[in-house]
C-alpha cells in the first residue's frame, strides 16, 4: 500500500559535504529513521527542533563519517540498529545482507538490502519504496572509491543498481555532483547529455542547493560509470589513458578500473 506513495525524505547536512537522510514513515510523518548519522547532534539537533520521534537507525557501511553518532543516539533513544553483516560496527542489532527484508517498528517503511562491495566489502543499501538509500557506492555521476573491494565487486555492485526500476529515486551521502560531472565531462567529451547536466548543476551549486536525490534513470544518462559497457565510452578512455582499442573494448570491467584509477588521479 505505502509503495505507490511518494516517499518523503529530508537531508540533514552535515561535515564538509555528507548528508544524513532522515526518512519519514508514510503515514505518520514525525516517526523517522535516520539513514548513516555520522554526527550526533546534528540528528538531535534536527529532532527537537522538529519534534521527530527516531524509530530506527540505518547503517550502509563502517566508514566513521557514517556510524560516528551512532552509539550517542541508540543511547538516548534506544532504537534498533541496523547495519550490514559483513561489517564489524559496534552498536548493530540488525546484521543484514543480501535479500534480507525489514519493517522498521511504529512505521509502514519496509527495504530489502541490496549487496553492495566495492567501497567496503560489508556495504549494503536499503531499497524500499521507489528509494535505494546507497551510502558510498554510487553517487550521483560518479561512484565511491575503491577501498577494498575489486574492479568486478564493484562494477557488479553499480550494475546491480542500474538494473532497479529507472523511476529509483537515489540517496548517496556525499554531494559530490559537480566534482563528478566535471570529471564525467572529461571521460566523456562527446556526451551532450552529460555537458547538459554539468551546466545544470554548476548553476544549482552556485545558488548552494542540494543536487540530489537523483534517479536510476538520470544516473544511466550521466553517469560515465554506468556506462563501463559503452563503446564510446571504451574508446574514449582507450584515448585518454593511452591504451590500446582492444585493452578496453567489450571489456566493462577493465573499463571500469581504469575509469576508477582516472577519477583517483584526476
Ligand atoms: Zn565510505
Same mark, same amino acid.
Given at each position: 500500500m505505502s509503495e505507490t506513495k511518494t516517499l518523503k525524505v529530508s537531508p540533514l547536512a552535515a561535515f564538509q559535504d555528507n548528508y544524513i537522510w532522515v526518512i519519514h514513515d508514510t503515514e505518520n510523518p514525525q516517526n523517522i529513521a535516520v539513514v548513516d548519522p555520522g554526527d550526533a547532534n546534528v540528528v538531535k539537533n534536527a529532532i527537537r527542533n522538529k519534534k521527530w520521534n527516531l524509530q530506527a537507525i540505518l547503517i550502509t557501511h563502517h566508514h566513521h563519517d557514517h556510524v560516528g553518532g551512532l552509539l550517542e543516539l541508540k543511547q538516548e533513544f534506544s532504537v534498533p540498529v541496523y547495519?550490514? $553483516?559483513?561489517e564489524s560496527i559496534q552498536g548493530i542489532d540488525f546484521n543484514l545482507g543480501h535479500a534480507d527484508t525489514i519493517n522498521i517498528k511504529n512505521t509502514h517503511l519496509?527495504?530489502?538490502i541490496i549487496d553492495l562491495p566495492g567501497h567496503t566489502l560489508g556495504h549494503?543499501?536499503?531499497y524500499g519504496h521507489r528509494s535505494v538509500f546507497c551510502g558510498d557506492t554510487l553517487f550521483s555521476g560518479g561512484c565511491g572509491r575503491m577501498f577494498e573491494g575489486t574492479p568486478k565487486e564493484f562494477y557488479e555492485?553499480?550494475?546491480k543498481l542500474a538494473d532497479l526500476p529507472e523511476e529509483t529515486a537515489v540517496y548517496c551521502t556525499h554531494e559530490y555532483t559537480e566534482a563528478n560531472l566535471k570529471f564525467a565531462c572529461y571521460a566523456e567529451p562527446d556526451n551532450?547529455?552529460?555537458s547538459a547536466y554539468n551546466d545544470y548543476v554548476i $548553476?544549482?551549486?552556485a545558488k548552494n542547493k542540494i543536487t540530489l536525490p537523483s534517479t536510476i534513470a538520470l544516473e544511466k544518462k550521466i553517469n560515465p560509470f554506468l556506462h563501463c559497457a559503452n563503446e564510446s565510452l571504451q574508446l574514449s578512455l582507450a584515448n585518454i589513458s593511452k591504451l590500446s582499442k582492444e585493452e578496453l573494448l567489450n571489456k566493462p570491467i577493465d573499463t571500469f578500473a581504469t575509469l576508477r584509477k582516472l577519477k583517483d588521479n584526476f
Open positions: 547495519g550490514p $553483516a559483513m519496509n527495504f530489502s549494503i543499501a536499503y555492485s553499480l550494475s551532450s547529455d552529460i $548553476a544549482l551549486r
